[in-house]
């Protein structure tokens, strides 16, 4: 059975930024810009279902950002109104009004966490990457939900060539913004893993700072003395039971990067799955078939596909992020 404990949700497909390496940039063709509404969320994740099943929601997708969705508020509140379910949200922080992240932080507490995805230490540097972002309004949005709220904030840095000598400087800035922790995620998305990012990536860092797996890598520093949000019982009971299938642990089994939901409310066991990159192109076709518009979450779940065809794990993503060699214990409970 796929694990239900936790969802990923691109709630908007939406997005100020251009980041040369995001999809929306890379495969511009098929991009829909839509979000989901809070009629959907009621109408598929009933207090029922909710109850029953959800632990942990998170906001992050893999064209959009959470904070662009005009119903993201009033989804939270929903949600919060049937049960404490920890929630996540990845975001670059920019453009909204100080007023919007006052209400954000009332609808959140100390379980939950905001990740501010941030690249640079000024507004220069940090547009070298998050190409339209305003670093002005991310560190004033950032400020203000750290007054209005008990929620875990968490500065998200990737490791780039032009911010690699600035990184202590950017954590030590977070810590007197009252961030709790720095998040150094280390890609793979450089030229010396995809040869189509050129021989010499102005992108890629050291090399001690590209990812030497087929999945990104993290380095967390605790800042304050915020408590981090324990792993579920839940997510660490499904590791300890799902066996290996043709050399695949499935997380879609486990849980950890949660059952995904992008902006068109399509059902998919993961986000590496549903990105639009064309080794994926299967996958956007079989998510049709999963469409929320056009059946209820519940009916998708109990469709037979996800207990024969899928348990194949014959695609790339699954063979690649899945591999058994891989995925250990922290590998299958870490975001």
Not at 217 to 244: C, G, M, Y
Not at 310 to 332: G, H, I, M, N, P
Request: proline share 4%; charged share 20%.
């Amino acid at each position: 059975m796929l694990a239900t404990w936790h969802f990923h949700i691109e709630v908007s497909s939406k997005c100020t930024l251009a980041c040369p390496r995001c999809a929306r940039q890379e495969v511009p063709n098929g991009l829909i810009n839509t979000e989901l509404d809070l009629e959907f969320f009621k109408r598929n994740f009933t207090p029922e279902f909710v109850l029953a099943n959800v632990e942990k929601i998170t906001f992050c997708g893999d064209d959009g950002d959470p904070i662009y969705a005009h119903d993201l508020i009033p989804i939270i509140q929903y949600i919060k109104s049937i049960k404490p379910v920890e929630i996540v949200i990845v975001t670059n922080g920019s453009h909204k009004k100080l007023s919007w992240w006052i209400q954000l932080g009332q609808c959140l507490s100390e379980i939950d966490s905001v990740h501010f995805s941030i690249d640079g230490h000024d507004d220069t540097s940090n547009n070298v990457y998050r190409v339209n972002s305003d670093y002005d309004s991310i560190i004033a949005g950032l400020q203000t939900l750290r007054v209005s709220s008990d929620c875990q904030i968490v500065w998200a840095a990737i490791a780039f060539k032009f911010n690699e000598h600035h990184l202590e400087y950017m954590q030590q800035f977070a810590k007197r913004l009252g961030v709790d922790r720095f998040q150094l995620t280390l890609s793979t998305k450089f030229g010396s893993v995809y040869p189509s990012y050129g021989a010499v990536d102005p992108l890629q860092p050291s090399d001690k700072l590209v990812s030497g797996t087929q999945r990104f890598e993290r380095v967390i520093t605790n800042l304050s003395d915020k408590t981090e949000t324990p792993i579920s019982l839940t997510n660490i009971r499904l590791f300890q039971a799902t066996p290996s299938i043709n050399g695949v642990t499935a997380l879609c089994k486990i849980g950890n990067k949660g059952l995904y939901i992008d902006a068109r409310g399509r059902l998919f066991p993961c986000c590496w799955v549903a990105n639009r990159y064309s080794h994926n192109q299967e996958w956007q076709q079989q998510a049709e078939k999963f469409n929320l518009h056009h059946q209820t979450l519940q009916q998708a779940l109990a469709d037979d596909f996800w207990t024969t065809e899928l348990e194949t794990y014959r695609w790339q993503e699954c063979q690649t992020k899945c591999a058994s060699s891989v995925v250990d214990e922290k590998y299958a409970t870490s975001w």
